[in-house]
């Protein structure tokens, strides 16, 4: 049962125990016959259920993934008390896409955009005695192909029920607002809307209403306090509808804080804001806002300002999906990539090209990661999804853009403007209206909503027709935006040599950033030597990948006036695909997170304060020994020199950062090193000689870092790793393992291809597997899979407490009732010596 608690407001979590049905057949809502459905759990997505299809109608653009419409119900019951004199909402944080809900048969509405959260007021059509009722949602993703990436289909994130008091805080109610920010104090208002049944007497009893807000530590300790009456309001607004009316009452608090902890990427420090709703004395509501304070901003001459310092934003676009979990991602899989990706020095992120999962701005605001928060990315003029020789008419977000637009954008908005990683709102990507006459109105228009709900960011938009041919974008689009955004810079022309130089003379006010540049894409563990038929002309050669890359990447980084770049891709995805792909490999990790070469390229640039240095390709390549062969070395150090079998190649350095005198002619803070290039890679030309390569890097004279690389004996054993190994028993939390196949030496078996079964002893149930092979069909949601140059991904997933338990009643053994203090994860492969690992369960937490 729901929401028995007697809190002032109860946020509980509603993804347990649901039951899924796709086929051919239309269900009836409030029925409660199940019989036909599958029990599944929250989120949840049906595309990757099932094989991966030529033919399928989301064709290439979609990841060549089972699509159509699915139905979802819920059976449960709610405290009688939480239904009489108070509410109950019920809130989807996202649904893809066109998502229809009835509660015990009554319809609801429904909502269309697959990334933004939607709600309702369920309690008048609820059960009063605490009996059953049914919660149905159809979703309907069959107008295909809509996507040019893989959306996924489904309940794809989390849905909560809510039991609030008639007197509470609306949804998005807090926006505290910065005003001035620096290391001195912090001027901030927190203007908060509260939702309370409508009273035509309300202005006979004003101070009925009081709102408290306490700003606390991160302990909970509090620091300051205001008290607001209802009579000090700002303003009221009367809704009504057919059952109810309501009022919204805002309330503008003024605050100052004294040497207040700002938040920065390398120290996100997070407040609390607690605001209380008391009425005639008595406490109706209590909601938590977690604030970072910090100062932001984009300047033509200086780029971006982090808390008054210049910070060159590090960035990489990411798709919303997991890879093998698809659209429904758990956190803790973010964390995972995330906190890889700030290790190679990545310090923002643009959210590509959709509202993201809430979780995810959250463990931005965490980690410290700044964000592009990106609304759109169609307006009305459709893009034709091409990819997958695709012969069906596009279908788009075009089709509901009228319609929708306006709602979509401002409970984006709402949402996510409190999260202070947050630093640039985007309302677009790469749209066609960007060339045509009026399509600056139409930016004007979601610029106006933006700076009405946030006055303080600036907006952005991903602009790929900046000086194109035939058709460039036009300067009054681009005008409209607060900073430009150029995707792809160094496309067109001479364009590719001068990068933003033209742009920077022709408009020296105008604030700059590169929104989308390409990566050194490939598919881990495979080296291109030369152009492929078919690869396409974006797909070089391993040795020459880095070269135009390096070239912008030097550019970016020595021009203050480039606020940043975001590169395409942080991870690889699903969907943009050529069959037999199903996915996009231009990210530097693939979709299981592993590292590629090109991870490794990016971190010696973008983290310069961890030495380091990394050779490929790798040793076990299928070429005829004495072949000549570039071996490339990405490193930060000083100078490197490579080894092959005890043999030295040459020490060599490349010119970034390069310095010049200082004080006095003739002058260095630092003795200059010889270099060899001013590519941001070193190369050399050696035999393909099996056995030890090594590239051995450079400081101040002395070695300061070694990769070593030998060429693998057979596979003899898979070895595990746990990205935590600490999981709640709640039916939801995740345990990620690594698997690799080494030899009896421990080397790592990059032609391994070996299946592996993983299994679990206990509370945990694998539901993901991968290996990174884009062309691999295998299925993502068996037990097993092959390996692919050595290595594999899985994901298992708790049982709740009440499984667990119902588990041990059916088998008949009393001790298996008890709640399990660890878990053993196994792996099989035929002929390999097989490695368990062990992992804990929080105790302190239970469903």
């Given amino acids: ?59 290439g653009s979609g990841g060549y993934v089972e699509t159509g419409v699915g139905w979802y119900r819920k059976i449960f019951s709610v405290n009688p008390a939480a239904v009489t004199g108070k509410k109950v909402i019920l809130l989807f944080d996202g649904v893809y896409m066109l998502a229809r809900v009835w509660v015990n048969g009554s319809f609801l509405g429904e909502h269309i955009y697959g990334y933004t959260p939607f709600e309702w007021d369920i309690t008048g059509l609820l059960k009063k005695d605490g009996s059953e009722n049914s919660i149905d949602v159809r979703v309907d993703n069959s107008a295909q192909p809509n996507s040019r990436w893989y959306s996924g289909s489904g309940i794809t994130r989390n849905v909560w029920l809510l039991g609030v008091n008639d007197t509470h805080v609306s949804s998005y109610g807090i926006y505290v607002r910065q005003k001035t920010i620096d290391e001195n104090k912090a001027v901030f208002t927190v203007e908060t809307k509260v939702h309370t049944a409508y009273d035509p007497d309300f202005c006979k009893k004003s101070d009925s209403i009081q709102l408290e807000t306490s700003i606390c530590l991160a302990d909970g300790t509090v620091i300051l306090q205001q008290m607001t009456k209802a009579d000090d309001l700002t303003g009221t607004k009367l809704i009504k509808n057919e059952s109810n009316a309501a009022e919204i009452l805002s309330f503008l608090q003024c605050i100052e804080l004294v040497s207040p902890m700002l938040w920065d990427i390398h120290s996100p420090y997070l407040y609390k804001t607690i605001v209380r709703v008391y009425q005639d004395g008595i406490l109706k509501d209590e909601k938590i806002q977690h604030t970072g304070f910090r100062d932001i901003t984009f300047d033509s001459q200086q780029g971006f300002l982090l808390n008054g310092n210049r910070v060159k934003l590090n960035g990489v676009c990411i798709h919303h999906d997991g890879g093998c979990v698809g659209a429904a991602v758990h956190p803790q899989i973010w964390e995972r990539r995330l906190v890889k990706l700030k290790d190679m020095g990545v310090n923002a992120l643009r959210m590509a090209h959709n509202p993201p999962d809430p979780e995810l701005l959250d463990l931005c605001d965490r980690l410290g990661l700044m964000v592009m928060d990106e609304a759109f990315d169609e307006w009305q003029i459709l893009k034709w999804k091409e990819l997958g020789s695709n012969t069906s008419a596009s279908r788009g977000y075009s089709e509901w853009f009228e319609n929708c637009h306006e709602e979509d954008l401002r409970i984006m908005l709402l949402r996510d403007r409190n999260h202070p990683s947050v630093i640039l709102w985007s309302i677009g990507n790469e749209v066609p209206e960007q060339t045509a006459k009026d399509g600056h109105l139409l930016a004007r228009h979601l610029k106006e909503i933006c700076h009405e709900l946030d006055p303080d ?13 035939p058709n460039a974008a036009r300067d009054e689009f681009l005008k409209e935006l607060d900073v430009v955004g150029y995707n792809y810079v160094n496309r067109w022309r001479t364009r590719m040599e001068t990068l ?27 080296y291109m030597l030369s152009m492929q038929d078919r690869a396409g002309w974006w797909k070089h050669p391993y040795f020459s990948a880095p070269v135009a890359v390096g070239k912008l990447l030097h550019y970016t980084m020595s021009h203050d006036y480039v606020a940043g770049d975001f590169m395409w891709t942080g991870i690889d995805y699903l969907g943009e695909a050529h069959w037999p792909s199903h996915a996009a490999s231009a990210g530097v990790m693939d979709m299981c997170g592993f590292e ?31 072949t000549i062969l570039p071996v490339l070395g990405y490193t930060n150090c000083d100078s490197t020199e490579l080894f092959l079998n005890g043999r030295s ?49 450079y400081k101040d004279g002395k070695e300061a870092a070694r990769h070593t690389v030998r ?114 994860i196994n792996v099989h492969a035929a002929g390999l010596q097989a490695e368990s690992i062990c992992v804990s369960f929080d105790e302190s937490i239970y469903n």
């Fill in 500 to 526: 933003y130089d033209d742009d920077k003379r022709k408009y020296p006010n105008r604030c700059m950033i590169g929104t989308e540049n390409q990566s050194i894409s490939g598919v881990r563990g495979e």
């Fill in 711 to 824: 060429t693998a004996l057979a596979p003899a054993m898979v070895r595990l790793s746990a990205y935590k190994k600490t999981v709640v028993l709640d039916g939801l939390d995740v345990v990620q393992i690594e698997a690799e196949i080494l030899d009896s030496d421990g080397n790592l078996c990059v032609q391994a291809d070996t299946e592996l079964t993983f299994s679990a002893d206990g509370a945990l149930k694998v539901i993901a597997v991968d290996n990174g092979n884009t062309e691999d069909m295998e299925s993502r949601k068996a037990n097993h899979i092959h390996a692919f140059h050595g290595k594999a991904f899985a994901v298992l997933q708790s049982v709740s407490q009440k499984e667990w338990q119902e588990r041990g009643k059916d088998s008949g053994l009393e001790e298996s009732c008890t709640v399990p203090k660890e878990c053993k």
């Fill in 649 to 697: 190649y040459g020490k060599k350095a490349y010119a970034y950062p390069a310095y010049g005198m200082t004080e006095r002619y003739g002058h260095f803070d630092k003795e200059p090193v010889p270099v060899n290039t001013d590519d941001l890679f070193l190369s050399w030309d050696v035999p393909y000689i099996p056995g030890c390569i090594e590239l051995v890097g």
């Fill in 1 to 59: 049962m729901y929401l028995q608690r007697n809190d002032s407001r109860n946020t509980e979590c509603f993804n347990l125990d649901w039951f899924f049905y796709h086929g051919g057949k239309e269900q009836v809502p409030g029925e409660k016959d199940i019989t036909e459905y599958n029990s599944i759990k929250l989120p949840h997505d049906w595309s990757l259920s099932y094989p991966f299809n030529e033919d399928a109608a989301s064709r």
């Fill in 596 to 626: 590629k070469d090109s991870y490794y390229f990016y971190k010696s640039i973008w983290n310069r304060k961890e030495l380091m240095v990394h050779l490929l390709p790798h040793w076990n390549l299928d070429i005829e020994e004495g």
């Fill in 457 to 469: 960011r600036m907006i952005t938009q991903g602009n790929d027709q900046i000086c194109a041919e």
